[in-house]
Each structure stands twice: as C-alpha cells, then as structure tokens.
C-alpha cells in the first residue's frame, strides 16, 4: 500500500528529547534522555519512508552485531524519541499531559524510569526490548528481499520476527470530526505503531520500494522500480569499481574466466 495514502490523517505528535544515552539501573540496561536534555515535540508520521529505512538500517546494525551499533540506536532515539512499548494501557496524548508532574514524583522516589509517563525525561526503555523491535522488522524485511541462505536462517528470522512483531503494545484508534466536513482521524498509540504501520505499508506496496544498496548494503526507500543505489555516491563508487576491476582484468588477460 502506498504510504501517502495509508498516512493520510495520521495524527501523531510525538517528543524526542535532544539527547539520549544507555544507563544501567538494577542491572537492567536502559536507553532513556540525559538530564539535561530538551523536550523536541514533532509529527512522527510526517516522513514515514525515512522512518522505516532509518529503523532497517539500526536493526541491520543490531542483528549483525555491529561495533557500532549502540550509537546506531542514540541515533535513532535522538531523531525519532523512544519507541512507547510502556504505554499500552494508555493514550500518548494522556501521558503527554500528565508529564511533568510525574517525572518529579518518580525522579525523587527513586522508581525505575521504565514506569514512568512516556514523554518524561526520567522515561526509558529496557534496551534489549528497544533493540529487539528493530530486528524484527530487518528480520522480515531480509525475508521479503529473498536474502535468505538456508532453511535454518528462514527459521531464525521467523523466529526474531513472531517474537518481537505481533506482541500487541502498538495499536490504533481513530476519531470522527463534527462539524460541516467531517474528517477521520487516525490516533496511533505510539511510535511503534507509526514504525509498524509504515514498515507495513512499504512491505506490501506493488511497487516494492523497500530495497538494499548494492554498493553499502543499506536499505533506501525508492518508488523508481530500475533504482539500485541509495544515493549517487554509492552509484558513483560502484561504477569507479566496476571500472577498475574490468580494467585490471584486461590488463591481466583474466577477463574470460568470470
Ligand atoms: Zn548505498
């Protein structure tokens, strides 16, 4: 489905902080905003397709155990905020409201910041939960790429995927404006859900624009069917290498044994 067309009336105002960071608290790892950091409220469903490259490209890094992957995350959180698995007995739009209070009350009792509202400064989520929505999501995106190798890694990505995808804390309500003309609007629970929803849409869209980078391997979004590249540099540095290799295999008489 096209995502113009699924994020038509999406209402979703989120907060990223500017700033995050991985703290351990009971022996629990969590990601959650620094300090000193600010409050950035913003419309998460604006630019679904950068949304969902961005989470393939952290959950790439995270299912491959990149060395880098930690500030793959902070990445993500500082562009996006966390991800609200904590608040699904509630409305964002609730917790948004009852923020500040809460946050003072939780910060001087002490209290895991996993339980606090979803837009507080002292709100986290366990990281290893942060991390494992993100591989759900590449696990059925290398599926749907056909970028599998054998039975066991289908059964491996399956696995990653039933795991952490269908665990029912994303969800969607709408609501009907009154008045002369009247508009469906559409409250998702969370960035999740915004995440989920878009990943969803791109998946299943004809035009296939979900695809991997044939220089850097990164996913890109692209409704061009002939795109093969995330960007010109990566096209540029292909052909430079085809080039050279083509060139080297002249030089070298080799190019009859490809
Ligand atoms: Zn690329």
Sequence with gaps: MELKELFLNLNA???????YEIAEVSDVQYIRPVKVAEPIPYNCAEKPEDLVVNALNAG??????????????????RRYGLLGFGTSNTTAQNLFFGAGAQD?????AGTSPYYNGVFSRSYGEPFDRFKAKFTAIYAHFLAAQGH???????????KAWERDFSDGIDGLTYQLTFGEKPELL?????????LRLAYSG??????????????????????NPRSEFCSATCRNHFNVNTF???????????????
């Design 13 to 19: 105002q989120w907060v990223r902080w500017s700033d």
């Design 60 to 77: 790439m890094k995270i299912w491959h155990a990149a060395p880098d992957l930690d500030r793959a995350c902070l990445d993500f959180a």
């Design 104 to 108: 003072e009350r939780a910060e001087s």
């Design 148 to 158: 599998i190798s054998s039975p066991a890694e289908q059964e491996k990505l399956r």
């Design 186 to 194: 559409w409250k998702p629970r969370n960035l999740l859900t915004v």
């Design 202 to 223: 791109a998946a299943t869209d004809p035009a296939a624009p979900l695809k991997l980078c044939k220089f850097c391997g990164n996913a890109y979004y692209s409704t």
């Design 244 to 258: 050279r290799r083509r060139k080297k295999d002249a030089e070298t008489g080799s190019e009859c044994n490809d």
